[in-house]
């Protein structure tokens, strides 16, 4: 070939071109960074599915039934789940009982009344709440907020409804000295949702637009009667998506109801006593699982908290993105 | 007497008015003494924590492995090395197919692709972290035969990937069109516009979305339960000493260190908060007060940067 | 400049792990194989050097290891003081429980297991070549804590409580419900009126547990009123009737005991006194009241001597004579016997379990501690089927 002017500057257009494909290996890797996504969502359901097969073929539904009397039985393998279902619920249920009307508080209070100066810090300090990890949350549950909290509270819901028919066996049975019991659970969950639930609510309420609050006050409505009678309202869906999120992370929570529930298998419903809880079972008897129907039964139970949380996540998604639909303005999800 | 009608409406106005008036007054002031009461939990441990762990904070509790359990003294050595050898394993784990992830949902979010990511994203956010622990034995653990601080990392990686990939793609969303549009214009492919011009305008917004998330991974206990053991004997200045002395390679060592069961902050604190001896209860404290001081030193860090961020964006 | 030296870095950081993680996972032995290049140049068979542990560098073998919260004191106590016998080798036990040691050893995740819960016939199949060694006999005593009725005297010494057999049978059967239980006060007339109106609020283990293996087997020998079972882990009809606690580890029970007003658990010895725990005295099978200490359990370990199998297990709750604890158990290590497939390590764990049989230092801390040390015969049946471990066919030391 000679070598003349216009051949070199081929070759070199041709070696410029090498780099012109570099587009197709970049979306590649993109689409295959995106698809491990995927299978790693999948990967954890298919995984879950796939280890729980013995005990979901033993026991069927009866696993996940109320039963009068569930059975949590290593040596004659018989297990069920309810025990930890009703724990689960109940603990997370009243957390958010508690949460609600205090995060709400928080929320309207750092969107509408809050002076600007305010704001930033407050909103630092709230989501602070939410960055303490939830062994230190167990730390200073079992030894200052158990004793010095929750076992008077105890003390008192005891004595109060002792004599109430019908509600007497909710609270029934005195608390623990040490008040390891559900009550404490739910507390402490209730303390560790409250940022979750109010930093989205907050989103929810400063995403809608002004025209709504000045139409009202111009009619007259005081501060009060506009926020509660048109903005949470008007936010109802993004709110009812912020609570689901908190109850998601009420349920999957730990550690910290790990070490304040006082893992017991019981049999009462009472709020005061120890009970157990899916992700405190998994997490104290998984490593030692020996038999196949044990360690199936637990990841049965794994497989059901995924379940549980992937649905609530889901219904929370769609809920808060329908109010932030409604509006030109970005809200963080 | 006639009833003056007029009269009547007004004080009816003004009772009614008083009424709103102090209904309104009652919930805003109750809404702040909420917003005060979510604070006291915060101050609380954060004060009760300080307190109690200063007293067992020395030189020697940086800087030693633990003594056997009755025997005062030792340190968390092991546990502070385990936390930032996990962590920044699991950083690196996590951060290049989340960054790779979001460019993708960012530029493409109506694709099916895009949409089934956005999901996945939502759903791996909210699994419970002790489902991601069982997940990691499942998968490394068991078919590696032993425990080890990769599938301790992995597992945290999983944990940090929603974090990692939404920040980004809500960054990325933020960058001005106009700014890709003229990249491409001049002549720029695809993936040279992504890492040269749209990658470095979100980069502060990453950069946060990272902190977060392993502000967040160093908290995790749940996950480590199952993949890392925990090891007290773990010393990395020995390994790398003995490595040296053997002469391994770098990455013999790296994989030594890597392979073997490891202990980490979270962890440590779960152990020792449940023993009956005080010495062990007061080092549970002491690690406490190290835990939060690193996770919250991140998150203020990370939320300082936001808001200069936002200050520069003001102009 | 400054962003492509980063961007570099970082390549290179990902791709070190990722050699790292995909070069070793597939040979966790690979870091040791270059101790035995240097010294095993010519004989390039596998066999583990009997050559002086001097020649290998400090903490270059790392041996893992989980099982029982029961020996967990000692075993600690070992392991930090093998480090000075041999440098070279690293023994990380974790306190798991005996349940999580077993199926450590059965899924191959560990490298020793320490459990005081025995292995089942289904157990040692499913894992070949398992065998038990037992190391240590030590008590597992129940502990209270009580807020008394009425105060005592200042120089009044408060008298121990005694408990007999089939009341604790029927405290954790939740028979017995309070601590003025009629049944409770015949066996203490010194604490008539001392005895709190309240709730007995019984703690057991929340994880599979050797100690709770001892303490189930024991109450089953006591009364047929025990049905739950002798294992590492049962129902507690406590729980059932709602006055149950679960503790991780005897360390959680010993906490949720000194936590929880009006309690009773169970412990291995050595917690209850390093805790300084009040102890229940029992009535034992020959009727008479011992208190747990190294004499009842040497009693009770006497009561039983040939009790070993060809396995080398042994019960030996509720024996019979005057001085003996009925509450005792021996605690093993649990090791592969032929397919380890790391001799160096193979050849350090039996040195460390010798070691640790023989050694005078090592049978003080467990004596100070409150075990029992096995006796002499029973040690060499132990030392010699050590010697019967094989790696890669060859007998390992």
Redesign the interface.
């Known amino acids: 070939m000679k070598i003349s002017k216009t051949n070199i500057q081929k070759l070199l257009k041709k070696f410029g071109q090498l780099f012109n494909h570099g587009d197709r290996p970049w979306f590649g890797l993109l689409i295959l960074m995106s698809i491990l996504v995927l299978v790693l969502m999948v990967g954890i359901g298919y995984l879950l599915w796939r280890d729980s097969a013995l005990s979901r073929s033993s026991f069927g539904l009866s696993f996940l039934l109320p039963t009068k009397d569930p059975s949590w039985d290593p040596v004659n393998s018989d297990f069920q789940a309810w025990p930890f279902i009703y724990g689960t619920l109940l603990t997370s249920v009243v957390a958010l009982l508690i949460a609600i009307p205090i995060s709400l508080g928080i929320a309207i209070f750092l969107a509408e009344l809050c002076p600007a100066w305010l704001r930033t810090p407050l909103n630092w300090l709230v989501e602070l709440l939410a960055a303490i990890p939830s062994v230190v949350f167990g730390l200073w549950g079992i030894f200052i907020f158990l004793p010095q909290v929750v076992t008077p509270i105890g003390n008192a819901l005891y004595s109060a409804f002792k004599n109430v028919p019908g509600l007497s066996a909710f609270f029934a049975g005195p608390i623990p000295q040490s008040g390891s019991s559900r009550l404490a659970a739910s507390l402490i969950l209730a303390i560790m949702i409250i940022p979750t639930i109010s930093a989205v609510s907050r989103d929810v309420l400063n995403a809608i637009p002004p025209s709504q609050r000045e139409a009202s006050l111009a009619l007259g409505s005081t501060q009060w009667e506009t926020i509660w009678q048109i903005l949470i309202p008007y936010g109802s869906s993004g709110i009812l998506g912020a609570v689901i999120l908190g109850l998601g992370r009420a349920l999957g929570e730990t550690m910290a109801v790990t070490m304040v529930i006082g893992n017991s298998i019981e049999g009462t419903i009472s709020i005061l006593r120890p009970g157990y809880t899916m992700a405190s079972i998994i997490a104290n008897e998984f490593a030692e699982a020996v038999s196949k129907l044990h360690t199936s039964s637990l990841i049965e139970i794994g497989f059901i908290l995924f379940v549980l949380t992937l649905s609530l996540n889901v219904i929370a998604r769609l809920l808060v993105w329908s109010v932030t639909r409604k509006n030109p303005q970005e809200a963080r999800s | 007497m006639t009833t003056n009608y007029s009269e009547l409406l007004k004080r009816g106005v003004q009772t009614r008015r008083l009424r709103r008036k102090s209904v309104n007054g009652f919930m805003l002031s109750l809404t702040g003494i909420l917003t005060l009461l979510a604070l006291v939990p915060l101050f609380w441990i954060i004060g009760y924590v300080i307190y109690r762990g200063g007293k067992t904070l020395n030189l020697a509790f940086f800087t030693q492995l633990p003594k056997p359990m009755g025997m005062a003294g030792g340190g968390v050595l092991h546990a502070i090395e385990g936390s930032l050898i996990v962590t920044l394993m699991a950083t690196v784990l996590a951060f290049v197919p989340g960054v790779l992830a979001a460019f993708y949902a960012a530029r493409n979010p109506n694709t099916p692709l895009g949409i089934a990511l956005r999901f996945s994203t939502d759903v791996l956010s909210g699994v419970p972290s002790i489902v991601v622990g069982l997940f990691g034995y499942t998968l490394i653990v068991k078919p590696q035969g032993h425990y080890s601080a990769f599938a301790g990392s992995v597992a945290l990686a999983i944990l940090m990937l929603p974090t990692i990939i939404r920040t980004t793609e809500e960054m990325l969303k933020l960058v001005p069109g106009a700014l890709r549009e003229g990249s491409l214009a001049l002549g720029a492919s695809e993936w040279k516009t992504s890492l040269n011009v749209l990658l470095p305008a979100a980069m502060d917004g990453v950069i946060t979305g990272v902190l977060l998330a392993i502000a967040r991974a160093a908290g995790e206990t749940a996950p480590l339960l199952f993949t890392t053991l925990g090891n007290e004997r773990f010393d990395l200045g020995s390994i790398i000493k003995s490595g040296v002395q053997n002469h391994q390679g770098i990455f013999q060592i790296m994989g030594r260190i890597f392979n073997s069961p490891i202990d980490s902050l979270p962890l440590t604190l779960w152990k020792y908060a449940q023993q009956p001896y005080p010495e062990r209860v007061d080092q549970a404290w002491g690690v406490a007060l190290i835990l939060m001081i690193l996770v919250l030193t991140i998150n203020v860090i990370a939320r300082i940067w936001i808001e200069l961020r936002k200050k520069k964006l003001r102009g | 400049m400054r962003?492509s030296l980063f961007v570099t870095m970082?390549v290179l950081?990902?791709a070190?792990?990722v050699?790292?993680?995909c070069?070793?996972?597939a040979t966790?032995t690979?870091?040791t194989a270059?101790?035995t290049e240097?010294m095993n140049t010519s004989a390039p068979a596998t066999t583990p050097m009997p050559a002086p542990t001097a020649t290998l560098?400090?903490?270059?073998v790392?041996v893992?290891a989980?099982g029982g919260t029961f020996p967990?004191?000692v075993y600690?106590?070992w392991?930090?003081a093998y480090?000075y016998v041999d440098p070279s080798v690293?023994?990380?036990y974790?306190g798991?429980?005996?349940?999580?040691?077993?199926?450590?050893i059965?899924?191959?995740?560990?490298d020793f297991a320490g459990s005081d819960s025995l292995l089942s016939a289904?157990?040692y199949t499913q894992g070949k070549d398992l065998q038990m060694y037992p190391t240590l006999a030590g008590a597992v005593v129940p502990v209270y804590n009580l807020s008394w009725a009425k105060a005592f005297d200042a120089t009044a010494k408060i008298p121990a409580l005694v408990l007999d057999r089939q009341t604790l049978v029927d405290i954790y059967n939740a028979k017995v419900t309070k601590w003025n239980d009629p049944a409770i006060v015949k066996l203490n007339p010194g604490l008539d009126g001392y005895l709190p109106d309240a709730?007995i609020?019984a703690v057991h283990r929340?994880?599979?547990s050797g100690t709770t293996e001892i303490f189930t087997k024991a109450l089953t020998a006591f009364s047929a009123d025990w049905t739950?079972?002798g294992?590492?882990?049962?129902?507690?009809p406590v729980?059932?009737?709602?006055?149950?606690?679960?503790?991780?580890?005897n360390?959680?029970v010993?906490?949720?005991v000194?936590?929880?007003?009006?309690?009773i658990g169970y412990v291995e010895l050595s917690?209850a006194i390093?805790?300084s725990m009040p102890m229940v005295s029992l009535v034992n099978k020959a009727g008479k009241t011992v208190v747990a200490n190294a004499d009842s359990v040497a009693a009770d370990m006497a009561d039983f001597a040939t009790a070993f199998d060809d396995k080398l297990n042994a019960t030996i709750v509720d024996g019979s004579s005057d001085g003996s604890w009925p509450i005792t158990g021996y605690t093993y290590f649990i090791l592969h016997t032929t397919s380890m497939t790391d001799c160096v390590k193979a050849s350090k764990i039996v040195e460390f379990f010798t070691w640790a049989l023989t050694d005078s230092s090592a049978g003080q801390a467990a004596a100070k501690l409150g075990y029992s040390v096995l006796p002499t015969t029973v040690r060499d049946q132990v030392i010699a089927k050590l010697s019967a471990v094989t790696c890669d066919g060859q007998p390992v030391k």
Request: aromatic residues 4%.
């Open positions: 962003k970082f950081l990902v070190a792990m050699l790292t993680a070069g070793q996972a966790p690979a870091t270059p101790t240097v560098a400090p903490g270059s790392q893992n989980g967990l004191p600690t106590q392991t930090y480090q690293v023994i990380n974790q798991i429980g005996s349940g999580a040691g077993k199926s450590g059965l899924d191959n995740t560990l289904d157990q709730t609020t929340s994880d599979g739950a079972g294992a590492q882990s049962v129902e507690w729980d059932k009737n709602g006055n149950g606690i679960g503790g991780k580890g360390q959680g010993a906490a949720a000194i936590n929880t007003k009006n309690s917690y390093a805790n």
